[in-house]
């Protein structure tokens, strides 16, 4: 399974960004997909996850603000952030599971206030 992230960048505090994350490969067997972030001193966290099922998981700081979903083809999975914070500004990366973790490169988001 091959990850490909896009959509980061620098946007004022309220504004929104849309990630999007393209996976191949093979990709039948991906169990969970989703976002994680990793700010400057900190450990990598979770940000929103949807399984094979549609279910979806979101970290409390970004419940409400923060929307992930995936197309039919469960190619592509997208985060749509709003109300940004400066809080949020981190490495965002996309992350699936089959039996193994799989990791994208990062993309950088970033906040000001």
């Known amino acids: 399974v091959q990850l490909q992230a896009s959509g980061g960048g620098l946007v004022r505090a309220g504004g929104s960004l849309r990630l999007s994350c393209a996976a191949s490969?093979?990709?039948?067997?991906?169990?969970?997909i989703g976002w994680y972030r990793q700010a400057p001193g900190k450990q990598r966290e979770v940000v929103a996850e949807i399984t094979s099922g549609g279910n979806t998981n979101y970290a409390d700081s970004v419940k409400g603000r923060f929307t992930v979903s995936r197309d039919n083809a469960k190619r592509n999975v997208y985060l749509q952030m709003n109300s940004l914070k400066p809080e949020d500004t981190a490495v965002y990366y996309c992350r699936a599971e089959d039996w193994y973790p799989h990791w994208g490169q990062g993309t950088q988001v970033t906040v000001s206030s």
């Open positions: 490969g093979n990709i039948v067997g991906i169990k969970v």
